[in-house]
C-alpha cells in the first residue's frame, strides 16, 4: 500500500507506507520532507452527503403555518384542525368528524 502526497514544491510523490512519519527528500528537487501518515478515515460519499444533510437542515415550519384554526361544531370555538380535543368545551374531535355524536351522548350522560 502506497501513500501518496505532495513535496513542498507540488511534486506529487509515491512512497510506501512503511516509511510513514519517517525524513525522506523529494526525489526531483531534493528537497528534504516527511513522509505523511497516511489517512485512516477519508471522507466517503456517503459522508458528504450526510455533512450538508446536516448542514443545510431547514428549520421546522412554525405550528402556526401547519395548523390553521377551524370552527369547533360543539361550540364554535376556534380550534387547531390538528386537535383532537376541543380546548373550549372539551368534547372529543375524531380525525374522520364521525365520532362526534358519539362523543356528545356519552359526555352529556356524565353529567
Ligand atoms: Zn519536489
Ligand atoms: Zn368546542
New binding site residues.
Partial sequence: MFIYFECSHGHRLKTDRRHAGKPSQCPQCRIPLTVPQPQANPITDSGVVRLLGEHQAPAKPSFAALEPEQA??????E?ATAARI??????Y?APDQKLWNVSLKSSSKRR
Fill in positions: 369547533c361544531p360543539r361550540c364554535g370555538g380550534i376541543c380546548k373550549h368545551c372539551e368534547v374531535l
